[in-house]
């Protein structure tokens, strides 16, 4: 059997670059890693005192925080204005001097979050940059803004910087949570470190699943991704199985077909294909195709077919000259010739070249109507563009042979064998064809001798009957 391409993608459109969201707000990237959009404002006073005992954080005096409390509940009001003007006032020329570092820390943090309210990412940088230049500030203040300034670079698209201050984050916490591997993979990969990504995000693949978590499915998809990019074939399939788990997609079904085949898995091929084409998943032309192909390479012909023709029908495969061949051909395998034909005459009628006449004559041949097949052939090699003329003219000799005009039939077989690479068939069937007309001669004499041994039987009979009538005696009876 012919084996036909089995996929009409390429490798790398298959498992094209995943989408990531850079610029995912800081406020739901503190929320994954349980951080509050204020950075811990006036918590981290009291619960760091007793993790630190070296760092001394200047108090917080009661003026200071009446007013940090009422700049905060205007922000949270969205009364951005009212929260500045009220901020500006406490870090005036004379009253900055008044504040400590605890206390201006405090001062930049609400800052900051005014300008990110703004979408003044850069604006909200340097004021969480103050922030951390502040000495003796709560452990916990410095640790969520470090967290937070790495965050707003990968907002900028500032990748390098980004991981730069996310490693500085890493070094002072010790509870570093899946979310921000992610994040640190997600910096990686944009720096095209995929070693480094690869590494961060498995380490949080790892904690989720020892947590007894499902890992999120981009998680997995740029495993996937980084693993491809590595030609890891085999880890790529291990990736795509946890997805097709926990995600079942199409897309994943797609690739993990693709894949397998790639690892000479036939049957698990076909079996990937064949899920996501019963689940009514393959709405696309080219993925029906493939599934054709797949099934035609498993020598289930029939499901080829009916694959190809449901597509055709409902036009989501494209009308082509080469989608109704393969359909054709696909009929013709399983034997189904009243189906084959019409679809090889719209392939051939669709079809510039005389190739597709020549096959369908074939097919015609293959079905007993004779004359159908003389004509396809002549069209095909009138109209030219016929890769194997030598092979049609043994097709077109078949088909006069069958039709009983052996002179046509002799002068194609001639014909054909012009080509070396048919003269053997050719004078095969020259040969056939003489003996065959000789035992059909040889048939016909011998019933003309018959016939005229018959005859002369009869007229001796009929001579003998008159000479019985004359010998009789008159009254006699």
Do not use: C
Not at 402 to 416: G, L, T, V
């Amino acid at each position: 059997m012919t084996l036909f391409k089995a996929t009409t993608w390429t490798r790398a459109a298959l498992f094209a670059v995943p989408l990531f969201a850079a610029q995912v707000a800081v406020t739901q990237l503190q929320t994954d890693v349980g951080l509050s959009p204020f950075s811990s404002a006036f918590a981290a006073e009291k619960k760091e005192k007793s993790q630190e005992a070296t760092r001394r954080t200047p108090a917080l005096r009661n003026s200071v925080y009446e007013k940090l409390s009422e700049a905060q509940v205007a922000a949270e009001a969205k009364d951005l204005a009212t929260a500045k003007q009220i901020l500006d006032e406490m870090i005036a020329t004379d009253g900055k001097k008044s504040l400590n570092s605890y206390e201006l820390a405090n001062v930049y943090n609400l800052y900051a979050f005014i300008q990110y309210s703004r979408e003044d990412y850069a604006g909200a940088l340097r004021s969480y940059e103050q922030v951390v230049a502040q000495p003796d500030i709560p452990l916990a203040m410095e640790i969520n803004t470090r967290f937070t300034i790495a965050q707003l670079y990968f907002v900028q698209e500032q990748w390098q910087k980004g991981i730069n201050a996310l490693i500085k984050w890493f070094e002072m916490t010790d509870t570093p949570n899946a979310n921000a591997y992610v994040l640190l993979a997600q910096g990686y990969y944009q720096v095209k470190d995929y070693d480094e990504s690869l590494m961060n995000v498995q380490k949080a693949i790892s904690m989720s699943e020892e947590a007894g978590k499902v890992p999120r499915e981009q998680w997995y998809n740029l495993a996937r991704y980084l693993y491809f990019e590595k030609n890891d074939t085999n880890s790529t399939v291990v990736v795509l199985e946890q997805l097709l788990k926990h995600y079942p997609k199409k897309e994943y079904w797609v690739q993990i077909s693709h894949l397998y085949g790639e690892q000479k898995k036939e049957s698990q091929q076909l079996a990937a294909m064949e899920t996501a084409y019963v689940q009514n998943m393959l709405d696309k032309g080219n993925e029906q195709i493939t599934m054709a192909y797949l099934y035609l390479n498993a020598d289930v012909p029939y499901k080829a077919a009916k694959v190809m023709d449901k597509g055709l029908k409902n036009e989501s495969i494209e009308g082509t000259s080469k989608n109704w061949e393969l359909t054709g051909n696909a009929w013709r395998q399983s034997q189904e010739l009243d189906k084959a034909i019409p679809a090889m005459e719209k392939a051939a009628a669709k079809s510039s070249k005389g190739e597709l006449y020549v096959r369908l004559g074939n097919v015609y041949l293959d079905n007993d109507q004779f004359k159908q097949s003389i004509t396809a052939i002549n069209k095909g090699l009138s109209r030219g563009g016929v890769k194997r003329p030598d092979t049609a003219r043994l097709v077109l000799g078949m088909a006069y042979f069958n039709n009983e005009q052996y002179e046509k039939a002799r002068e194609a077989f001639i014909a054909a064998g012009r080509d070396e690479r048919s003269v053997a068939y050719a004078d095969q069937w020259i040969g056939y064809m003489d003996s065959e007309l000789a035992r059909q001669k040889s048939l016909q004499d011998e019933d003309e001798a018959m016939q005229e041994e018959e005859a002369a039987l009869q007229a001796e009979l009929m001579q003998e009957e008159p000479e019985s009538k004359e010998g009789a005696v008159p009254g006699e009876g």
